[in-house]
């Protein structure tokens, strides 16, 4: 019964902003943490941002330092990616992931249990 729903993705110019929703349902959202990664072909799948669902603090790739933030909404059971200035780079698939929350963050695919099936980013003019 454990589901993860990705949706906001779509078709951006450079420059522009983008928030991405995870709903999840099957499980409590806070007992959990929530990764989002994403992956383009040919390429393994990365980990982008994190929370460890125990604090406020959250992890994020090099790559999206001051451009990503990830939130949650427990009582929504929906987690957030919201994405500025985006570039074409970004472009790619991305999936929102969810483990047992835990004191420590994690951008590790491995380490994380319940995938949701991807939502699409294309930045491009």
């Known amino acids: 019964q454990v589901q993860l729903v990705e949706s906001g993705g779509g078709l951006v110019q450079p420059g522009k902003s983008l928030r991405l929703s995870c709903v999840v349902s099957?499980?409590?959202?806070?007992?959990?943490?929530i990764g989002w990664f994403r992956q383009v072909p040919g390429k393994d799948r990365e980990g982008v941002s994190c929370?460890?669902?125990?604090?406020?603090?959250?992890l994020n790739a090099d790559s999206v330092k001051g451009r990503f933030t990830i939130s949650r909404d427990n009582a929504k059971n929906t987690v957030y990616l919201q994405m500025n200035s985006l570039k074409p780079e970004d472009t790619a698939v991305y999936y929102c992931a969810a483990r047992r929350r835990s004191y420590y963050f994690s951008l590790r695919t491995y380490e994380y249990d319940y995938w949701g099936q991807g939502t699409q980013v294309t930045v491009s003019s």
């Open positions: 929370d460890n669902g125990n604090e406020d603090s959250t």
């Open positions: 099957g499980f409590s959202l806070e007992y959990y943490g």
